[in-house]
């Protein structure tokens, strides 16, 4: 069984940074791609950033895009989403999904395992 579990969510002001940190179990990493969502009460999940089998190919969302950093350490099973200029917007339970298969994807119905998310809090 794939286990997820994330970590290194918390409280930060505006413009300060968090690293979040992915960490999985239970398959062979490097055999997924993987991504980062986030998702509001009440609204849908949406795509924050995603990346392939070995870390060279990306994707962010665009309210994401030149603040937020995807990467993928293989040999430690971890996927991370570096999150600076940190905006109230930001604010919600971010999760972290694997899809079997080495390319990224954007769909979040394409994930076939999920963690159990982590909270983002960003004061102003």
């Known amino acids: 069984q794939v286990q997820l579990v994330e970590s290194g969510g918390g409280l930060v002001q505006a413009g300060g940074s968090l690293r979040l940190s992915c960490t999985a179990s239970?398959?062979?990493?490097?055999?997924?791609?993987m991504g980062w969502f986030r998702q509001a009460p009440g609204k849908e999940r949406d795509i924050v950033a995603a990346?392939?089998?070995?870390?060279?190919?990306?994707y962010y969302a665009d309210s994401v895009k030149g603040r937020f950093t995807i990467s993928r350490d293989n040999a430690k099973n971890t996927v991370y989403l570096q999150m600076t200029s940190l905006k109230p917007e930001d604010t919600t339970v971010y999760y972290c999904?694997?899809?079997?298969?080495?390319?990224?994807?954007?769909?979040?119905?394409?994930?076939?395992?999920w963690g159990q998310g982590t909270q983002v809090t960003v004061s102003s």
């Open positions: 990346v392939n089998w070995n870390g060279d190919s990306t």
């Open positions: 239970g398959h062979t990493f490097s055999n997924y791609g």
């Open positions: 999904a694997a899809r079997r298969g080495l390319q990224l994807t954007t769909s979040w119905y394409e994930y076939d395992f």
